[in-house]
């Protein structure tokens, strides 16, 4: 039984129009859902004494915990959501705020930098994959609830959740419940093409939302010298440095968020959706001119040079 099954029955994931015009690996679509989880099987996992049956694990309203100890204090609505219209924040975004490929992770980035996300959810200026349903939970948060998600987010260092491989052949592998790559069942490789293929270090661990569990990130070969050499260069004056507004260390600079070691798809994603409109904003403009003369092999070098650097 596939975890993560809650989110392909809510829909939440890409608009089947939008994935006949945009690359698959990076705007995967979930398959139909499949039967009810189990509520009898009880899951547990090394280091927690903790145990939960797959229905709970995919419970919207009050997903799994399984370290406690490593976390601060969960505001309700992150732990619990608020009825009928805001999830759980750790259901996707998990309890460290690691998020998982086709989410956000959102641990580490300033306060006001997600509030004012969460306002351009609202107000309709992200269109993205995930754009639906962040504008309903955005829109069921009072101003003091989205507050406390964000503060407490904000507090959570990042983890070191990505093992980088540049390679030429990539697991072969399928979109499964919850919009998340799995490796496929009977093994095999694929030319990675001009691609990024993430997917569970455990799969079991991963399904469970097992905070601590890590990613594999496959990456084309040559991709991480020449991230390097746009993100530190700006490669000849096609666009500029990344230091200018993330900080020396991308590491985030004031209301500007850090980029290095998070989801290569989902920055993939960001840097797409820029610059063809879908996600407008404040303080898009500015980067609608970054990305503007990019190509799609640039932003697939960028994404993977950027997850290859330490949180």
């Known amino acids: 039984m596939r975890a993560l099954i809650s989110i392909a029955v809510l829909g939440l994931l890409a608009v089947p129009a939008m994935a006949a015009e945009l690359p698959q690996w990076a705007y995967p679509v979930a398959p139909p859902a499949g039967p009810p989880p189990d509520n009898t099987v ?4 090394p280091g927690s004494t903790k145990s939960y049956t797959a229905a709970q694990i995919n419970d919207r309203f009050g997903p799994p915990d399984w370290y406690p100890e490593d976390h601060p204090a969960m505001p309700e609505v992150v732990a619990q959501g608020k009825k009928p219209n805001a999830l759980a924040c750790d ?3 998990l309890t460290n705020g690691a998020g998982h490929p086709e989410s956000a992770g959102v641990s580490g980035l300033p306060v006001a930098y997600i509030l004012r ?7 309709g200026a992200r269109k993205g994959m995930r754009a639906p349903i962040m504008a309903q939970i955005a829109k069921a948060l009072t101003d003091e609830e989205t507050k406390a998600a964000a503060e407490y987010f904000a507090s959570i260092k990042f983890p070191q959740f990505y093992k980088v ?4 052949m990539a697991p072969k592998s399928y979109v ?3 919009a998340m790559r799995f490796a496929a069942k009977e093994g095999g490789t694929e030319p990675i093409s001009n691609r990024i293929i993430e997917i569970p270090a455990d799969e079991e661990r991963t399904e469970a939302r097992d905070p601590r569990a890590n990613h594999i990130a496959y990456v084309p070969t040559g991709s991480l010298q020449k991230g390097e050499m746009i993100v530190t260069t700006g490669a000849g004056g096609k666009t500029i440095t990344c230091a200018i507004c993330h900080g020396a260390e991308l590491k985030g600079l004031g209301e500007v968020p850090a980029i290095v070691g998070r989801s290569p798809e989902y920055i993939y994603r960001q840097l797409n959706d820029i610059k063809i409109g879908a996600r407008t904003g ?3 403009p500015l980067m609608k ?3 503007a003369n990019l190509t799609d ?8 040079y950027l997850v290859s650097k330490a949180p």
């Open 42 to 45: 009880q899951k547990t996992l």
């Open 91 to 93: 259901l996707c975004h």
């Open 117 to 123: 996300q969460m306002e351009e959810f609202k107000s």
């Open 165 to 168: 491989i540049e390679t030429d």
């Open 176 to 178: 499964g419940a919850g």
């Open 282 to 284: 404040a303080w898009v």
């Open 289 to 291: 001119a970054v990305v």
């Open 297 to 304: 092999e640039d932003m697939v070098a960028i994404s993977a």
